[in-house]
């Protein structure tokens, strides 16, 4: 169970880490405040989205508009203010808000307004408390003042300009607390019917059975943000258009419908631009249009709306979730796009994993949007860069890990092989396709008896040593290498990607990897090893090519007959020869420089081919192997030995007796009595060797390997060339050499 779960989370470690870490960085964008602007404007499309409401009959806005301006003058005398105040008095109203500055008197008629002042318990004035920068607080009213029939008309205004929030009542310069000019009417109103405004233990405010909380500095996409006084969030009902309205001109002449002004609140303020008493608010004309500004008084009678029909008529406040809450929503959301994103990578269509993420962020919207129409705040923008920023999380990691396997991969295979595995959709898919390319395959002579002898960390050693220099070279001339084979290598040119000089450019490497041999023989007597010789073979024909294996298990390999016609062809080469079909000669460029010919009968070969032995390549490549000539020299004594043919890797069991009479560095002139012996062994055949002689206190050597060359010799005679010695038989016949060429 408990490996079981081990595997489960270092399987999905990477949307484990993932979603709480995109988590923690956008709290930490939320707590820095960087997401507040982003989040007040989700929730101004909120406002503007949601269904339009109905209008609130109990609520009428007495405007003063740009003709009231220009008929009664600004500010209004108060003559004129004491008859408007007046004809509307004898209309009943439940409350009157005068939304006018008026702490000093304005014309003649003072007396008058000060007696209708006093004549008017349920009149409200206004007095701005809070002193800001481009003004100082104004004073109320005196009278009004001095019957405690005034409220604070100040409103928080937010970072962007805009007000999104009310106020129940804030502290003066002398640390009382005023009512707000909303509040104060509401509660006229809601007193006149019987409801009962009151404080909870947390002196939270109650009307009637609904609660207002007040506002923290950190509710909704709100930061650290001034909560002074007792703040609410403002659930807008709209415009102007959600009250009822009635010109100034219209009161002041008396022209006021009947019942339009009975039982309810009459809010008597400026809509005139001139007047500067407009804000910005959530709303705008369209969705996409500039924000438009509502006048001050529209937004006192949003205020007061709220206040009557979150009790009357059940209407829902804005709610917040708390920190903790809002925490677990965004990392929900980390998650889910981690968890979606890690889910579909390994599907082929490359627009599903952003589709789905978009469809999930739809959903959010959704689920933001829905809830709204409810009366919750739900963040929107935090969840939303969690649910993006964890998918481009885990896209990163993969693609990181992709760049992990490809350069994985590319120790093995040519760079196009690794994008065809990964980026294209029918890369991986099981099967292969005929192709007319360059099979190249390259074998070290005589290496399995020297790993024989070797420690298996000196083989490992050794071989990653040859292989590293023959890699490089291979990816230099963009040959893909398919498989390693022990020593040997398969490479393909022409597969995944085909180009018109294939051929010339496995030829060009091949040539290239011979040059190679040098360093890698240097670095071999550093480390007091034997020297290491190399056989190429090339050919050129028709394969299968492609994904070959099972769905769990894959390699990207051919099949065809002519991959092992080109090891047969490779079969017959010595240390330092490339042999090359005609096939392939036929299509590379006439700079190959063709040194020798032959003819042959492989294996598995109905008729005998032709096979060329390249000495180099002109053109750009410029590269030519360096032959040096066999210098023989004859032995003193002849050097008796056994020998049993080769074929393929099997041994003869027949042993055949000849002795060595000539010696050079790397070949010898044998000698034959055909009376003792089957036949004379044909030209590049392999054969394996022991002298009959004391070497090492031994009565014969170890084994050794060696190739008939296709040199005349006598009747009696044959040429061949050692592929691979035993130390104690290369030094032996070393010194013997070195004793005769004097």
């Not at 003058?73 to 108060?78: M, S, T, W, Y």
């Not at 018109?500 to 040059?515: F, L, P, S």
């Not at 750009?620 to 020299?633: A, S």
């Amino acid at each position: 169970m408990w490996s079981l779960l081990k595997s489960k989370i270092w399987q999905w470690r990477s949307v484990l880490i993932t979603a709480p870490s995109a988590t923690v960085v956008v709290i930490l964008l939320c707590w820095s405040g960087i997401l507040q602007i982003l989040e007040l404007a989700a929730l101004d499309r909120l406002f503007m989205l949601r269904p339009l409401e109905s209008r609130d009959e109990r609520i009428v806005i007495v405007e003063i508009d740009e003709e009231a301006v220009r008929q009664v003058g600004h500010p209004i005398p108060d003559k004129e203010l004491a008859k408007i105040l007046e004809n509307l008095k004898q209309r009943q109203p439940r409350a009157i808000g005068l939304d006018i500055y008026r702490d000093l008197p304005v014309g003649e008629g003072k007396e008058s307004l000060t007696k209708v002042f006093e004549s008017t318990p349920n009149l409200v004035g206004v007095q701005k408390v809070v002193e800001s920068i481009d003004g100082s607080g104004v004073n109320p009213p005196p009278v009004l003042k001095k019957h405690d029939q005034v409220g604070a008309n100040d409103l928080p205004i937010d970072r962007d300009g805009k007000i999104r929030r009310t106020l129940f009542y804030l502290a003066d310069k002398n640390n009382k607390n005023i009512f707000s000019f909303s509040f104060k009417l509401a509660y006229i109103y809601l007193q006149d019917i019987g409801i009962e405004v009151s404080q909870t233990e947390d002196f939270s405010v109650k009307v009637g059975k609904v609660i207002f909380k007040p506002f923290a500095g950190n509710d909704g996409g709100y930061v650290h943000t001034s909560a002074q006084g007792y703040q609410v969030l403002l659930n807008y009902r709209g415009d102007i258009d959600k009250f009822r309205i009635i010109s100034l001109i219209d009161v002041l002449h008396n022209r006021i419908p009947k019942d339009l002004i009975h039982g309810r609140i009459v809010l008597i303020g400026s809509t005139a631009s001139s007047l500067k008493d407009l804000f910005y608010t959530p709303y705008r004309d369209n969705i996409v249009s500039s924000p438009k500004r509502m006048a001050g008084v529209t937004i006192h009678a949003n205020a007061i709306s709220q206040i009557l029909s979150a009790e009357l008529d059940n209407r829902p406040l804005i709610k917040t979730w708390n920190q903790p809450l809002e925490w677990l929503w965004i990392y929900i959301w980390s998650l889910l796009g981690a968890t979606l994103t890690w889910l579909l990578r390994s599907d082929r269509r490359k627009t599903l994993p952003p589709s789905t993420i978009s469809l999930a962020g739809s959903c959010l919207l959704g689920i933001s949007y829905f809830s709204f129409l409810y009366g919750w705040w739900i963040p929107v923008v935090p969840p939303m860069l969690g649910l993006v920023g964890s998918a481009v999380g885990i896209t990163g990691y993969l693609a990181q890990s992709a760049g992990k396997i490809r350069k994985t991969f590319g120790r093995y295979l040519n760079d196009e092989v690794v994008a065809n595995l990964l980026e294209s959709p029918e890369g991986l898919k099981l099967g292969g396709q005929r192709r007319n390319i360059t099979i190249f395959t390259s074998d070290l002579r005589g290496f399995t008896a020297t790993s024989e002898r070797l420690p298996a960390e000196e083989v490992i050693k050794v071989i990653n040593l040859y292989l590293g220099y023959m890699a490089d070279i291979i990816t230099d001339y963009q040959g893909t290498i398919d498989e390693f084979m022990g020593d040997g290598i398969l490479v393909l040119f022409g597969a995944p990607t085909a180009r018109e000089d294939d051929a010339t450019r496995a030829i060009a490497c091949a040539v290239a990897m011979q040059q190679a041999m040098e360093p890698v023989n240097k670095k071999m007597k550093e480390m007091g090893l034997p020297k290491l010789e190399m056989g190429i073979g090339i050919n050129t024909g028709e394969v299968v090519v492609g994904n070959i294996g099972s769905e769990k298990r894959t390699k990207y390999g051919i099949v065809g007959k002519q991959v092992n016609l080109t090891y047969r062809i490779e079969s017959y080469t010595v240390g330092g020869q490339i042999f090359i079909s005609e096939s392939t000669l036929k299509q590379a460029e006439p700079i190959v420089k063709i040194i020798g010919e032959r003819e042959v009968k492989p294996k598995g070969v109905q008729q005998p081919i032709t096979i060329y032995e390249v000495g180099g390549i002109a053109g750009n490549y410029n590269l030519y192997l360096q032959k040096e000539e066999e210098k023989f020299f004859p032995l003193p004594e002849t050097i008796p030995f056994e020998y049993a043919v080769l074929d393929g890797k099997d041994i003869s069991n027949t042993l055949q007796k000849a002795k060595l009479i000539q010696l050079s560095e790397n070949a010898g002139l044998v000698e034959i009595n055909l009376d003792e012996v089957i036949s004379i062994p044909h030209p590049l055949t392999n054969m394996k060797i022991n002298l009959l002689i004391s070497v090492n206190n031994t009565g014969k050597s170890g084994d050794i390997y060696a190739k008939v060359l296709e040199q005349p010799a006598g009747k009696n005679n044959f040429y061949i060339r050692f592929t691979n010695k035993p130390p104690e038989v290369e030094e032996y016949l070393n010194s013997t050499y070195d004793s005769i060429k004097k």
